[in-house]
């Protein structure tokens, strides 16, 4: 029997736009599948060596704490050797202390500190 390949496929992603306060603790979560094996990874859209985010085993991603420039587009990479996914989420941060609580999705969550 022969095992069935496919490129993996992102079946729980963050939201599209998400608005979060600066000092706040940002969560984006994306889960995929497929065989064979998938690595998920994150890439933000530009260049960044922000010592703010932390990459978690489980495919999330971790801002803590979310500064003036953490916004911009943060872009999950599930891959197999059979090809790519991904998806994107924009991240805007509100410096004035007001979140959207429109943006709620069980795949990002935030947190004041």
């Not at 260049?47 to 979310?66: H, K």
């Not at 991240?91 to 969550?109: A, E, H």
Request: aromatic share 8%.
């Amino acid at each position: 029997m022969s095992d069935f390949v496919e490129p993996p496929k992102i079946f729980h992603r963050p939201l599209s736009q998400i608005t979060v306060n600066e000092g706040s603790t940002l969560s984006l979560c994306c889960e995929a599948k497929g065989p064979p094996s998938i690595s998920v990874l994150w890439a933000r859209d530009r260049q960044s060596s922000d010592s703010t985010l932390a990459f978690q085993e489980n495919g999330c991603l971790e801002i803590n704490p979310v500064k003036y420039n953490s916004d911009g587009d943060y872009i999950c990479q599930a891959r197999n050797r059979f090809g790519l996914a991904e998806t994107t989420t924009t991240v805007i941060v509100n410096t004035k202390g007001c979140v959207s609580n429109d943006n709620t999705s069980p795949y990002s969550s935030i947190r004041r500190t």
